[in-house]
């Protein structure tokens, strides 16, 4: 009998992996950090000893989620205002409000909460856009989270920078100093085709090139963005970040809603990833990205949430279900994104997108532990006869137990483990009483 | 002090009542079944006297939600058969899997199961459409759930009755059972115009007229229905049923997605109330109802599950945040079908679909005391600026914490006070086994 440090069990373990059929009954051993086996309970129960055993009876083991677009500090701003357009959501209450708050402080709380939340939600990697990155990658990290942390840039001044020059220094100051990070993966984000120039544009790549990390931008979200570049530049966002050179498959481009067929190509071509967030998408009238054509064509679609003030929750679960409805009925075809595949854009290619198949995304030997155990002994989930349907059209996020992340467990029996979310909710408070006005 | 049974309290008390604001650290007083008091915490508190307190700090108290249509013993075909096309789903699947299990036994026990989804989701009243209508009546009742019942009418033969004369025979007989009945309202439920003659609509038609019933048809869903309908009649399915003098306020028509400006008109005009089943249409691929057109009109549009076969689950807040989100984009405008607007859906307007706007659907003094209460604190609560938009975008049915029907408190603290819900998981899970030729 080998030590181990957990042993993770459930009725059906779901790899996620390619060609693998869910495993009944099954479990996997999880020692330093890693997956390090992969059987039928009753096997790896007769090879390892673990010191806690995670799961068991009436549960499902699946990846841990992948979040692929948010922008996770925002969570403060859940809410402070709906059921608008984009640009005035934008223009009148969202950048006043970040330009009057936004700081170290309110995004390393910010940042906290969100991680709460998504952790319980059975996300375990999430790919950020925000400022004050450092703030975000301290909170993340102590949280025990994986993410991806875009240092954001922009041509106009905010509370974090001056102009492009400025957030570009800060943001390559902030990749030194994560780079090598087991958790943090720093990398570099230029807003959107609206908010940066093309030369911006090019200097953020050279920055990615010079360190080998990500890139995250906006892309062609709304229908004006669009028409914008289309009057200033003669060409449309993707087309314009094409012949920069921009598009590669180290960029994972949130929205992409408002593409052509020609456009789908290209990012295909150029293996960008692209971060689905349906969610978003549509409480903001955006419109609806032409999904089932860029899978069609190969493109990496994961999914994302996008910020907490736009969608107003970081819930891949829920956006699991939008996808895989939606699509249907915008292409026609019930047999659209089925079950399987929605969880995949949510696991396997969220990770993918973010350059980081051979870490997470799946439950495969040598990979690092990023596991979620779901209960299935709830009404709303029973009876079944697809694990996958399951997930997928029945099960919510709230239906997950127990959260592993490189190999630590945050949350077991829908208890944060290390962390007072109580505390964190309670600060969260205290910031929405002083942003709404109300001390 | 006066003695009550209950009083029910939170941060924020939404009445749904029209013209009324959210009342801050309020409270409910419920005696006797019904609501007899409404104000603030502090004030009940000291003219009431209650056997038990429910709610508190840190929730919210919303009029119970209305499902205006459901099939809910169909919950045990919850998921077995997905990702397909409505009639090959119905015709390959539903209908046999129907024709083999379908008796009084069956729908007793996934009835009961279904009423546990749906309290435990916050629902207090739901529009069914079935067979064996006794069955499902005592199963509900014994659950404490309000139902409106419809007895399933076809014109073909199935497990529950020969022809459309029996059907209709079965369903004069049931009426007549629980007619007066203080939870259940039995009604007559014509399928849907492609599976019941005109003949068969009025038949359907006198007897709910003779007894005061409602009626409930699917109407519309596709768009292979409405060409069936034109090549067969020469009109719509919405034109027939009003040439025939079908539609007027007793009638729930499901679906309605397929239907046109003129047709809109009609639905307007007769005071025919519209279930819009978005999760349901969304994943068969049917298509999206013009829900923002019927709402401009003046259509009362409830929501509805439809049923978890085809759903998958049977929650009223997820179709509140479906069709808030996706309404939004289909008519490009974000300020469509606003928080409230959605939450009226589910629960005022749900109430005056089924005619029982009088019982239920808002917390008012005298109405019968159908009560949710929720908890905001959880991080994915935290923070909020609008309490509506908090329950639209944010909230799960996972938050309800206590639910209420008829001022008897069946749910609190999250747990069934008077049903064991694993007997009724482990029948589901018995029958599953045999629907699924695994035992």
Same mark, same amino acid.
């Given at each position: 009998m080998r030590d181990v440090d957990y042993v993770v069990s459930g009725d059906y373990v779901l790899t996620m992996a390619e060609g693998v059929p869910p495993l009944r009954n099954g479990a996997v051993a999880v020692s330093g950090g890693k997956i390090i086996d992969i059987g039928e309970v009753s096997a790896l129960s007769s090879l390892y000893n673990a010191k806690k055993r995670v799961g068991g009876g009436g549960k499902v083991v699946l990846p841990g989620l992948?979040?692929?677009?948010?922008?996770?500090?925002?969570?403060? %701003?859940?809410?402070?205002?709906?059921?608008?357009?984009?640009r005035q959501w934008l223009q009148e209450h969202i950048w006043p409000a970040e330009g009057k708050w936004l700081n170290d402080e309110f995004v390393y709380d910010a940042t906290e909460l969100a991680c709460c939340e998504m952790l319980k939600a059975g996300v375990t990697t999430f790919n950020d856009m925000y400022f004050f990155g450092g703030s975000s990658a301290r909170a993340s990290k102590k949280m025990g989270m994986r993410a991806v942390l875009g240092a954001g840039v922009l041509d106009f001044p905010t509370a974090a920078a001056r102009n492009a020059d400025e957030y570009i220094e800060k943001a390559e100051q902030f990749i030194k100093d994560w780079l090598g990070d087991e958790l943090i993966t720093p990398s570099i984000a230029p807003h959107a085709p609206y908010t940066c120039s093309p030369d911006t544009y090019k200097k953020t790549k050279l920055v990615a090139e010079r360190y080998g990390v990500p890139l995250h931008t906006h892309l062609s979200e709304t229908q004006f963005e669009v028409s914008e570049a289309?009057?200033?530049?003669?060409?449309?966002?993707? &087309?314009?970040?094409?012949?920069?050179? %921009?598009?590669?498959?180290?960029?994972?481009a949130a929205h992409c809603v408002w593409v052509s067929d020609n456009e789908i190509e290209i990012l295909a071509r150029t293996g960008t990833g692209v971060a689905h967030c349906i969610e978003s998408n549509l409480?903001?009238? $955006?419109?609806?990205?032409?999904?089932?054509?860029?899978?069609?064509?190969?493109?990496a679609v994961?999914?994302?949430?996008?910020?907490?003030?736009?969608?107003?929750?970081?819930?891949? %679960? $829920? &956006?699991?279900? %939008?996808?895989?409805?939606?699509h249907k009925a915008v292409s026609g075809d019930p047999t659209a994104i089925n079950a399987f595949s929605a969880l995949s854009m949510a696991t396997s290619t969220g990770a993918r997108?973010?350059?980081?198949q051979d870490k997470t995304g799946t439950i495969e030997i040598g990979k690092s532990a990023d596991i979620v155990v779901a209960d299935l002994d709830k009404p709303h989930l029973t009876p079944f006869?697809?694990?996958?349907?399951?997930?997928?059209?029945?099960?919510?996020?709230?239906?997950? &137990?127990?959260v592993m992340v490189n190999g630590k467990l945050l949350i077991d029996g829908g208890k944060y483990l290390h962390k007072d979310s109580h505390a964190i909710m309670d600060k969260a408070r205290w910031w929405k009483n002083k942003i709404a006005g109300e001390v």
């Open positions: 992948v979040n692929a677009h948010t922008h996770a500090a925002m969570v403060y %701003f859940r809410g402070i205002a709906d059921d608008l357009p984009l289309k009057k200033k530049y003669g060409k449309s966002p993707v &087309e314009l970040l094409d012949d920069i050179g %921009f598009l590669d498959k180290t960029v994972v409480k903001l009238a $955006s419109g609806i990205a032409p999904v089932v054509p860029m899978l069609k064509k190969g493109v994961a999914l994302g949430t996008d910020g907490a003030a736009s969608n107003n929750d970081l819930d891949i %679960f $829920s &956006e699991m279900s %939008f996808s895989a409805r939606v997108v973010l350059g980081m006869y697809d694990i996958y349907s399951l997930i997928v059209y029945s099960m919510k996020s709230s239906d997950v &137990e127990s």
